[in-house]
Every structure is written in C-alpha cells, then in structure tokens.
C-alpha cells in the first residue's frame, strides 16, 4: 500500500470559512483521514465543528478521527480518537470508543511506547516530530529510520507527522511511512490546498 494523507485541521478554526475549505481539499484528491485538531477550545466548539466537518468527511467515505477526546468522540459518531501520552489512556479510551473504531496513539521517537501502543491494540503509531513545525512545540524529534524499523518489524501503520510539506515529505514516504499527517503543509501552502494535495498525491504514487 502506497503512502496516505492524513490531514490534521488548524488548532482553531473559522468554522464556515474551514469547511469550504476542507471541502476543496478532500475534492482535490486521496485523502484517508481528517483528523479535527482543535485546541483551547470548549466542548461545545469541539460538537459544532463535528456536527459541520465530520458529515463533510465521512460522506466521501473518509475516516474521521478527534484528537484528545475519546468521550466527545464517541458522543459525536467519529471514526476515531487519536490520543497522545498525556491524554486518556488507551485502555480506557477503546474502553469507550469500542473495538471497531479507530483508536491512534502518539509514539514521540520510541520504539519503546510504539511497541506498547502496538501490544495494547491501537490501530497505528504515530510518530514525530520529523521536522520544525508552527503548529505546536513538539516533545520529541524524530528521524526516517524509526518509521524503516517499525515496518519491518510490524503490521500496524505508522503515521509520521511535524512539519511535513510537499518539500520534504520524500524522506519519510521512502522511509515506509503508511500515512504523512499534515497540518500546515496543507493549508499554509504557499500554491493553495488543491495543488498541496494534488503535489502530496503524487508524491505518494
Ligand atoms: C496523527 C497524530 N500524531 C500525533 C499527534 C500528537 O498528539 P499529542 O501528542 O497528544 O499532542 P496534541 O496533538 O494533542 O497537541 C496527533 N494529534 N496526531
Ligand atoms: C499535532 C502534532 N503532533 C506532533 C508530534 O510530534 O507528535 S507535531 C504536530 C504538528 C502537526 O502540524 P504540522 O503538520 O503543521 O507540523
Ligand atoms: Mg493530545
């Protein structure tokens, strides 16, 4: 399977204008997921903004994940929560999400945590940063090789993520990376989110 994009939503949002822009990226080519990435934000932003985005997503039969929150992700029908090492525990978070959804775990730079994640169940590791990113200050950086090593060793996806854009995601697709989660190298742009897509596509092929 080739690599997949894995698009991640700014941390805040204009709802109106980032659904027709979301809308635009999810018609300009493949993408697998959307995951909605909203932080500082109270739990009723985080309903509204699945209300509007998820049926967007999931009517172009692609996977809707909330980060952070496996209650309001369960309360709102998403596909998937992806958490990280300070969030809910995985066991408790498939404990609320059920066995069939879609349950992602940040892995930083470690093999360590990436082999728990794997032994407990989750569906894919994520790991990065692998380059600087604005998005958030990362705790950890990560290089290709971790994503070599993961592949041959396991059959459960692997996600990089951090500061990927067309530019330099190269690396990393070589590297085996079964999806390349991206934030600003989608909608910062400098060409627009068609042709972001479009170029990450054909990357990917
Ligand atoms: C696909 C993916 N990978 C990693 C992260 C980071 O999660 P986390 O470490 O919990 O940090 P925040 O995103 O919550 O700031 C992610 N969201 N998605
Ligand atoms: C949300 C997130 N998590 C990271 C990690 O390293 O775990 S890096 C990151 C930011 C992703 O946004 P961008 O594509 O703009 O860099
Ligand atoms: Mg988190």
Redesign the pocket.
């Known amino acids: 399977m080739n690599t997949q994009l ?1 698009l ?1 939503t700014p941390p805040r949002i204009d709802l109106d204008i980032f659904a027709d822009t979301l809308v635009t990226a999810l018609d300009s080519g493949e993408i697998a997921c959307v ?1 909605l ?1 909203l ?1 500082d934000v109270d739990d009723d932003t985080v309903r509204r903004a699945c209300e509007k985005l998820q049926p967007l997503v999931q009517d172009r039969d692609i996977a809707f994940v909330l ?2 929150r496996p209650d309001l992700a369960k309360e709102m029908g998403c596909d998937g929560v ?6 809910t525990p995985y066991k408790k978070a498939r404990e609320i999400m059920g066995k069939d959804a879609i349950v ?1 775990v ?1 892995c ?1 730079d470690s093999k360590h945590l990436a082999m728990i994640a794997g032994e407990q169940g989750a569906d894919y590791v ?1 790991f ?1 940063a692998f380059y600087p990113t604005d998005t ?1 200050q990362p ?1 950890s950086k990560a290089e290709p090789w971790i994503l070599e090593w993961w592949t041959t060793m396991f059959e459960i996806p692997c ?1 990089a ?1 951090g500061g990927i854009t067309t530019d330099n995601a190269t690396p990393l697709i070589e590297a085996g990376a079964d ?1 390349l ?1 991206v934030c600003g190298g989608i909608w910062n742009h400098p060409k627009g989110v068609e042709h972001a897509v479009k170029h990450f596509n054909k990357l990917c092929e």
Do not use: E, L, M, S
């Open positions: 894995y991640i995951q990435r932080k980060n952070d992806h958490i990280g090492q300070d969030d992602g940040t930083h994520a990065g958030k705790k996600v993520i999806f989660a």
